[in-house]
């Protein structure tokens, strides 16, 4: 699995907004569109990609957590989180180093520079049994 982050900022940025972060240009957002296009459409083609999915901004976001054996549902977004997940890819792969490369393209995805600078993405194996969770 292929894991990106963004901010609360971040989604504002990409919605026009001024959240304390310069707003993305239309044609920024349109540029990372194409990208991402493109990005999947190579993994469809390639017979790599699973799925992929975007999320929503981190304020239609729901934690449910429990407090005495009392289910607690908190509405986001979330002060002490920066970073949340963004999207994701399940690619299905030769190895976990052509999952890495895979994700590696990312870095050309097109963004305004101060999105660019912190962007990183995260390659983890799903787990396919109990064993695997083992070290």
């Known amino acids: 699995m292929i ?7 971040d989604y504002d940025g990409m919605a026009g907004k001024d959240g304390g972060a310069p707003a993305w240009s239309g044609e920024d957002f349109a540029a990372m569109g194409a990208f991402m296009e493109q990005f999947n459409k190579d993994l469809d083609e390639s017979g790599e990609l699973v799925e992929t999915r ?5 304020v239609h976001t729901r934690r ?9 549902v908190t509405d986001g977004p979330y002060a002490e989180t920066q970073e949340v997940l963004a999207g994701y890819w399940i690619v ?6 052509r999952a890495t490369e895979i994700a ?7 963004a305004p ?5 912190r962007a990183y993405a995260d390659v983890r194996p799903l787990a396919e049994s109990r064993a695997d969770l083992e070290f």
């Not at 449910?64 to 607690?72: A, E, F, M, N």
């Not at 299905?92 to 180093?97: E, G, H, K, Q, V």
């Open 3 to 9: 894991l990106t982050y963004a901010s609360q900022q």
């Open 54 to 58: 975007a999320l929503a901004a981190p």
């Open 92 to 97: 299905d792969c030769a190895s976990f180093d």
């Open 64 to 72: 449910i957590g429990s407090r005495d054996g009392v289910p607690v």
């Open 113 to 117: 520079a101060h999105v660019a600078a």
């Open 104 to 110: 590696a393209r990312l870095e050309s995805c097109p």
